[in-house]
């Protein structure tokens, strides 16, 4: 065989190795950098969004971008409120990790986040949030060339965030690339009714919009069906004010030139529960129901231009690491992400065990693998088992009948627990608790996270 011969055999099977390895890996082949434009909305629970089932005209923005997108129609986040989530999904370590599970303490500057990694990368990284518990005192401006806060304690906050992403765009040099961060608040409460998004002009009752949280869990057990749906009317307002908001985003990218070749994720940090559960309670942070982790996650590749649909469940955990693959990025030294490497492009996720916690009022954690939904609470003792594909409203507790179910459930949760465990010691830090500011603390007791 000629020596000309022996190199191309050389590279077809260095070539088929490739393929090979990448398959069994289930990494996509790096792609060209791009934009690359992450949106998250507080509170938006999945089905309350039309794309996910949604029959009132909620979200026709996000519909209309569901078009051109990959929907992942079971997406979890990793905690019931927002620092622990979006912290997971901006640095890939759980809340236990992070030390954010109970509290709401500073991110860790050890934590590299996802503005890091793309920063260091000569992206301009820009944010815009509306929450103080993704304000720079609880250090989530990392790695962010401009992150702007003017809109944290207002009451209606989706024009102001469009107006700092505006001028984010604007100010990003000519050929660079840019990550931009949003982060709209509206959907959580105190719920506001938008006149032009009124769901319900006809109710007469008790409620009122905008009415304080406090007010409500007061009198969550007299309530009625009727003033529980007015409730959620008025949830679905803040939800329609926040799509259109969006939809005007997306318009600007669209005419900078910029949405078909950007990477745009759109999802949420957590859900909303009114008063299915027995205890009746009304908002979120306690509790691992998917009324509270099950959330939207749309997202959009440069030139994709057709929907796809991925079943297999996946986690807002997964994001960080997926972004580093599709771009072919190297994690940071010494790396040992808690998320998987989803493949954007919509291949199925696999057989993927995804986990969520949280330690507001009790310690409960939660495993979800193929269809069965384990809830632990750890303080005390008792599991709760769940069979998603014939029972999605976790009603029927079949922990006592499925046992062996239940024991893979157990060993699976077992596993991610010790895996957390160690990266604790990977990241031995002081959680350090925040210095708010009396207007950011006047605000926070106002939501009722503060006494």
Same mark, same amino acid.
């Given at each position: ?29 790096a ?14 629970r ?10 009132r005209p ?13 929907r992942y ?5 990793a905690a019931?409120?927002?620092?622990p ?7 890939a370590?759980y809340?236990?990790?992070?030390r954010l599970?109970q509290?709401?303490v500073v ?6 986040t ?10 301009r990284?820009?944010g815009?949030?509306s ?16 992150y ?7 009451v ?18 000519a ?14 409460y105190?719920?506001?009714v938008?006149?032009?998004?009124d769901f ?8 009122h ?6 007010e409500l869990?007061?009198?969550s ?14 949830y679905?307002?803040e939800?329609?004010?926040?799509d259109r908001?969006?939809? #005007?985003? +997306?318009?600007?990218l669209?005419?900078? $030139? ?8 759109? *999802? /949420? @940090?957590?859900?909303e ?6 205890d009746?309670?009304?908002?979120h ?16 590749l440069p030139g994709?231009?057709?929907a796809r649909?991925v ?30 490497? #989803?493949? +954007?492009?919509?291949t199925?996720a696999? $057989? ?7 330690r507001? *009022? /009790? @310690?409960?954690?939660?495993l ?21 594909a014939?029972d999605?409203?976790e ?9 062996a ?29 925040p210095?708010f500011?009396a207007?950011?603390?006047?605000r ?8």
């Open positions: 065989m000629t020596l000309r011969r022996w190199l191309l055999l050389a590279l077809l099977l260095a070539a088929a190795a490739a393929i090979y390895w990448s398959a069994v890996n289930r990494q996509p082949a792609h060209q950098s791009a934009p690359v434009v992450l949106i998250v909305v507080d509170t938006l999945a089905d309350h969004v039309g794309c996910y089932g949604c029959t909620t979200t026709p923005a996000l519909d209309a971008f569901a078009q051109t997108a990959t129609v079971n997406a979890q986040s019931p409120w927002t620092s989530s979006i912290a997971a999904l901006l640095t370590h809340p236990s990790v992070t599970a509290l709401p991110l860790d500057e050890s934590f590299v996802l503005a890091e990694l793309l920063h260091a990368r000569g992206y990284t820009m815009a949030v929450h103080s518990f993704l304000h720079s005192t609880l250090g989530f401006s990392q790695g962010f060339d401009a702007d806060e003017g809109q944290v304690n207002a209606i906050s989706s024009p102001q965030v469009n107006e700092a992403a505006y001028a984010h765009l604007e100010r990003v040099p050929g660079r690339q840019f990550f931009l961060f949003l982060h709209y608040f509206d959907p959580h105190d719920w506001v938008h006149p032009e998004h319900m002009p006809g109710y007469r009752g008790p409620l919009s905008g009415q304080n949280i406090e869990l007061a009198r057990r007299d309530l009625t069906a009727t003033d529980l749906e007015y409730l959620r009317a008025a679905d307002s939800i329609r004010f926040t908001h969006i939809g #005007l985003v +997306l318009d600007r669209r005419a900078m $030139d910029l949405f078909d070749r950007s990477l745009i994720i759109i *999802t /949420a @940090d957590h859900g529960e009114f008063a299915e559960r027995l009746r309670w009304i908002g942070t306690k509790k691992l129901y998917d009324e509270q982790i099950h959330v939207p996650l749309l997202v959009k994709q231009r057709a649909t079943a297999e469940p996946v986690a807002t955990i997964d994001l960080m690491p997926a972004l580093a693959a599709y771009f072919g990025f190297a994690p940071p030294a010494g790396a040992r992400w808690s998320g998987t490497a #989803l493949d +954007l492009a919509g199925p696999g $057989d993927r065990a995804l986990f969520a916690e949280t507001r *009022t /009790a @310690d409960l954690q939660s979800r693998r193929r269809q069965w939904k384990l809830i632990h609470n750890v303080t005390a003792g008792t599991d709760e088992l769940y069979d998603l014939n999605p409203g009603r029927d507790n079949v922990a006592s009948t499925r046992l179910e239940l024991a893979a459930a157990r060993q699976a949760l077992a596993a991610i627990s010790a895996q957390n465990d160690r990266r604790q010691r990977d990241f031995p830090v002081q959680a350090e608790r210095e500011s207007e950011m603390r006047q926070l007791k106002a939501l009722g996270y503060l006494q």
